[in-house]
């Protein structure tokens, strides 16, 4: 005779749970460092993370941890790769070359001959969630490891809308498939700022290029900017530049329903 199931019991569930939540703070705790360790190598500061109860992270649901660590894993398997071909971390044109295969993604023939040393590079997918930076983007960003991966970008940054909306345009070109080259953007150089951090840090940024990123089988689903920016002296946020954060978010719908 076969014993009778029972349902768990609340205190099972909750302790489950519980250890699943400390399990995936243990492996981002770990991969996080390993990060942090890998840029302090090379004189770039990372941190992993400001308090050890990773508050914003233990309180995401399982799903969103486990896209987590699987995007940090992703990160510092690019790292290692670069790492195991004997060359350095700061190289730009290798790291990028290893993070698109990571992330499957096909870039333009000529892509690299615009990537110069000192460049900041991200990577963003058509949801306008940041899947890649190079190591040069921490020179500039105050921000923990946690809150880049457990916050969208607009919930970190704000920048004056106009300027978001001329950006747009071109990003709404490479996912209607009108532009499938490297683009060089009229634009002026612009602000951003750190909206969730301590430092509250102020960038001044120009984007030299936009390039896209093709999958497998040729469709536009990423873009990559190529960037410079620098550390304006001022810490003060203008209540302008807060009020657009209202309106920054929504964008990523406009880009989605342009690229279908």
Known sequence: MFPKLGLMSTTAINKNSADSINNDCSKFKAIATEIASMG????????????????????????????????????????????????????????????LSQLGYRPTSDLFTYIKSGNVIEIHNSSLVQVFRNLNFFKFCSYSLEKLYCYQMPELYT????????????????????????IKPELKTHTISELKSQDRLNISDDIHYIAPLFSQEGRPVATLAIESPRIEASKTITKKLIDNVVVFKPLASSINSAST
Do not use: C, M
């Open 40 to 99: 302090a190598s090379v004189g770039i500061k990372i941190i992993p993370f400001h308090n050890s109860n990773l508050e914003h992270f233990s309180n995401l649901n399982s799903e969103a941890r486990f896209n987590i660590l699987n995007s940090l894993q992703i990160y510092l398997n690019v790292y290692k790769a670069v790492q195991a071909e004997g060359s350095s971390l700061l190289d730009s044109i290798r790291v990028v070359w290893n993070a």
């Open 159 to 182: 920048r004056d809308i106009s300027f978001e909306e001329q950006l747009l345009t071109y990003v709404k070109q490479i996912y209607a498939s009108e532009v499938r080259s490297v």
